[in-house]
């Protein structure tokens, strides 16, 4: 500027200005240097006012992003960075750099933990079912590992919560499995009813695990093990019909073999596995229509069983000379088996009821008929004495002859107890009647001792035995 400044007075001197001209030049040329200073110093100092803020807003950041990370480390950058400004900037950027990268890393790992719980919770509660849930909104203010520690927290809940709802699912699902095997139901058709990502081979979603999906498969379970055991309680009673039918029938055991499967099950609990289709609808048709056949049998042979016990019973009342009528008794079971009306096995219980009444009433009667036929055989004795004493030949009679005429004494001693024996037994007789309401038989049962003994003998014990 001074060696400008000299030339341009020596050109000055040559041309000759005057000193006035000289001033203002070198006036203006003061002015003009002072203005670029000037707009330089402007221009510099509107650099470093870039400069810092380019600083603050660098510090600024820092200092959020630390406190998002929960780092309580502050940063200074008089303490931390040093020298110039421009130094400061170059050692800040860096710094800067791997904050942003650190906080960048924090919020996806943040994002992935809240996606995964917003899934499962949409499973949870059953809304997964009208399509993906929105991707969460990730707070950037709190990036801190504690907040971080609290989500994982919550999704390892929500994780054991779903591993406990698939655990039940898989259990049910065996259940169902078992029950339908049992009673050869649709697997496939069965747990789709309760939700069609059950059956699906190539789920594109997860199986439902929501609280309703949960209740229709709890209510399903429930349902088919009240099917269950409504259809062994039939066929354990149809169990139990075959066999009594079959003792009734004397059924051959290669025919009762063929139905092993059924009465196998009589003593089953409804909460044991059974065999697979053991309780088929098609099974307990086909025992029904078993069973049908063989009532239908039972009922031809019952009726033949009745009839047997009415002749049996004829025969304990003929064995002890009581009387019965025979043709009213027959008449009245015919017209109740061919009507229809009657229980046959009701009306066999009768038939043996009235059997063990008649051999009750048999053998009380056993004492007078013992005597009777004992006092029957002496009458007949005793006559064969009487015709032995009028033979004229009786002394040339051999052994034989006098072995009968010892025994014919002893019954004609017999013969002269048999007046007070007879009042004896008119007496039991009495007590006897009296004991099963036949005292309208007293008198003449007394006008039966009046009579000639010998002559009448066979009349009283016909009465006697008829009463």
Same mark, same amino acid.
């Given at each position: 500027?001074? /060696?400008?400044? %000299?030339?341009?007075?020596?050109?000055?001197?040559?041309?000759?200005?005057?000193?006035?001209?000289?001033?203002?030049?070198?006036?203006?040329?003061? +002015?003009?240097?002072?203005?670029?200073?000037?707009?330089?110093?402007? %221009?510099?100092?509107? *650099?470093?006012?870039?400069?810092? *803020?380019?600083?603050?807003?660098?510090?600024?950041? &820092?200092?959020?992003?630390?406190?998002?990370?929960?780092?309580?480390?502050?940063?200074?950058?008089?303490?931390?960075?040093?020298?110039?400004?421009?130094?400061?900037?170059?050692?800040?950027?860096?710094?800067?750099?791997?904050?942003?990268?650190?906080?960048?890393?924090?919020?996806?790992?943040?994002?992935?933990?809240?996606?995964?719980?917003?899934?499962?919770?949409?499973?949870?509660?059953?809304?997964?079912?009208?399509?993906?849930?929105?991707?969460?909104?990730?707070?950037?203010?709190?990036?801190?590992?504690?907040?971080?520690? +609290?989500?994982?927290?919550?999704?390892?809940?929500?994780?054991?919560?779903?591993?406990?709802?698939?655990?039940?699912?898989?259990?049910?699902?065996?259940?169902?499995?078992?029950?339908?095997?049992?009673?050869?139901?649709?697997?496939?058709?069965?747990?789709?009813?309760?939700?069609?990502?059950? =059956?699906?081979?190539?789920?594109?979603? /997860?199986?439902?695990?929501?609280?309703?999906?949960?209740?229709?498969?709890?209510?399903?379970?429930?349902?088919?093990?009240?099917?269950?055991? *409504?259809?062994?309680?039939?066929? *354990?009673?149809?169990?139990?019909?075959?066999?009594?039918?079959?003792?009734?029938?004397?059924?051959?055991?290669?025919?009762?073999?063929?139905?092993?499967?059924?009465?196998?099950?009589?003593?089953?609990?409804?909460?044991?596995?059974?065999?697979?289709?053991?309780?088929?609808?098609?099974?307990?048709?086909?025992?029904?229509?078993?069973?049908?056949?063989?009532?239908?049998?039972?009922?031809?042979?019952?009726?033949?069983? =009745?009839?047997?016990?009415?002749?049996?019973?004829?025969?304990?009342?003929? /064995?002890?000379?009581?009387?019965?009528?025979?043709?009213?008794?027959?008449?009245?079971?015919?017209?109740?088996?061919?009507?229809?009306?009657?229980?046959?096995?009701?009306?066999?219980?009768?038939?043996?009821?009235? &059997?063990?009444?008649?051999?009750?009433?048999?053998?009380?009667?056993?004492?007078?008929?013992?005597?009777?036929?004992?006092?029957?055989?002496?009458?007949?004795?005793?006559?064969?004495?009487?015709?032995?004493?009028?033979?004229?030949?009786?002394?040339?009679?051999?052994?034989?002859?006098? &072995?009968?005429?010892?025994?014919?004494?002893?019954?004609?001693?017999?013969?002269?107890?048999?007046?007070?024996?007879? +009042?004896?037994?008119?007496?039991?007789?009495?007590?006897?009647?009296?004991?099963?309401?036949?005292?309208?038989?007293?008198?003449?049962?007394?006008? =039966?001792?009046?009579?000639?003994?010998?002559?009448?003998?066979?009349?009283?014990?016909?009465?006697?035995? &008829?009463?």
């Amino acid at each position: 500027c001074g /060696s400008f400044l %000299q030339e341009l007075q020596e050109l000055w001197g040559e041309i000759g200005p005057d000193e006035l001209e000289r001033d203002r030049m070198i006036l203006q040329l003061e +002015e003009d240097c002072l203005n670029v200073y000037r707009k330089k110093v402007e %221009q510099t100092r509107k *650099q470093k006012a870039d400069l810092l *803020q380019v600083m603050s807003l660098g510090e600024a950041e &820092i200092e959020k992003i630390l406190s998002a990370l929960g780092e309580r480390e502050s940063f200074s950058r008089v303490e931390k960075l040093g020298g110039t400004l421009m130094e400061q900037l170059t050692k800040l950027e860096p710094v800067l750099d791997d904050l942003r990268r650190r906080r960048d890393e924090r919020i996806n790992e943040f994002l992935a933990v809240q996606l995964h719980i917003v899934r499962l919770q949409a499973e949870i509660s059953g809304t997964i079912n009208h399509g993906d849930p929105a991707a969460p909104l990730v707070d950037e203010t709190d990036l801190s590992t504690g907040r971080l520690a +609290e989500l994982k927290t919550q999704l390892n809940e929500l994780q054991t919560e779903k591993n406990l709802r698939l655990q039940k699912i898989d259990a049910q699902i065996k259940c169902i499995n078992e029950m339908c095997n049992m009673m050869s139901l649709d697997l496939k058709k069965t747990l789709y009813e309760v939700h069609p990502s059950f =059956v699906e081979l190539e789920r594109i979603k /997860s199986m439902s695990i929501s609280d309703s999906t949960l209740d229709r498969l709890a209510g399903t379970v429930h349902a088919l093990n009240q099917e269950k055991k *409504q259809r062994l309680r039939k066929l *354990q009673d149809l169990g139990s019909t075959l066999i009594e039918l079959w003792s009734l029938m004397d059924t051959p055991l290669d025919e009762q073999k063929c139905f092993d499967h059924v009465t196998s099950l009589i003593s089953v609990s409804p909460n044991r596995v059974m065999p697979q289709g053991c309780l088929a609808h098609d099974l307990i048709e086909k025992v029904e229509v078993e069973v049908k056949r063989l009532k239908h049998l039972k009922a031809s042979k019952m009726k033949e069983l =009745v009839l047997k016990k009415m002749t049996q019973l004829e025969e304990i009342y003929r /064995s002890v000379h009581m009387h019965i009528d025979s043709d009213h008794e027959w008449q009245i079971l015919t017209e109740l088996i061919d009507s229809g009306r009657a229980d046959l096995s009701e009306l066999l219980t009768d038939m043996d009821d009235r &059997i063990a009444e008649a051999r009750d009433l048999a053998l009380s009667r056993k004492d007078i008929l013992e005597k009777v036929e004992k006092w029957t055989s002496a009458i007949e004795e005793e006559g064969w004495l009487g015709e032995y004493e009028g033979d004229q030949n009786r002394y040339n009679a051999g052994r034989g002859a006098h &072995i009968n005429l010892k025994r014919a004494e002893k019954a004609r001693v017999l013969v002269s107890k048999i007046p007070s024996l007879l +009042e004896n037994l008119t007496t039991k007789v009495k007590a006897w009647e009296k004991e099963k309401g036949m005292s309208f038989m007293y008198d003449k049962a007394s006008s =039966v001792t009046k009579c000639s003994f010998q002559t009448n003998m066979f009349q009283f014990a016909n009465f006697i035995l &008829i009463m």
